[in-house]
């Protein structure tokens, strides 16, 4: 792959917090959400470009796995943040060199949008993963089938919240691994990069 562009890889993820929709944080498995994210960078970040919405619970897992491979991989991780939460970046932000600002907008919610809507539809992404969240997930996988229609999509069910409601309600194509296979190491080897 030396001479290729690496192929593009997208996470929507983030840990559902109790203040917010009682209904995502009820359902989630949060060390299944951890070790999904850190299996999915693990597989991918060697073989791929990962590019993601800097959520503050996620990040920290990403860096965490860059920091332990051998490879000097930071060319293969884009990481999208809205200048609307500037003066709140976590500390991890600064470890990446791709940091892609979006505008801030009047409120959180636009400001949101337009960062979901520039990651999503300015990159060509060949997959798109999704795991726990929150309503995010669900704006994102819209916005993500619409500009990415033959991309590989792979909600894991397994980690329960907002992944969850749109396995159940938005995908057609079941696989029973996305909501009982735990071991996400060979799942992501099996139904992502196999296929790519």
């Not at 940091?99 to 798109?128: C, D, H, W, Y």
Request: overall charge neutral; aromatic content about 12%.
């Amino acid at each position: 792959m030396a001479h290729k562009e690496l192929k593009k890889i997208f996470l929507s993820a983030s840990i559902p917090l109790p203040e917010r929709n009682q209904e995502f944080f009820d359902t989630a498995d949060f060390i299944a959400i951890r070790d999904a994210v850190r299996a999915l960078a693990t597989i991918i970040l060697p073989k791929c470009h990962l590019i993601w919405g800097g959520h503050p619970s996620i990040t920290p897992i990403i860096r965490y796995v860059l920091a332990r491979m051998d490879t000097n991989l930071k060319q293969h991780v884009t990481l999208y943040q809205s200048k609307y939460f500037e003066s709140s970046f976590p500390e991890d932000n600064f470890d990446f060199e791709h940091i892609q600002l979006t505008s801030k907008m009047p409120t959180r919610e636009e400001s949101l949008n337009v960062m979901r809507k520039e990651m999503i539809s300015q990159n060509n992404f060949s997959a798109g993963v999704f795991i726990g969240g929150m309503e995010g997930i669900l704006d994102e996988y819209i916005l993500f089938k619409k500009y990415n229609p033959r991309a590989i999509v792979l909600p894991i069910a397994s980690t329960g919240a907002a992944t969850k409601i749109l396995y159940d309600n938005y995908i057609n194509e079941k696989n029973d691994r996305l909501q009982n296979d735990w071991a996400y190491m060979s799942l992501f080897r099996d139904l992502l990069l196999n296929k790519l």
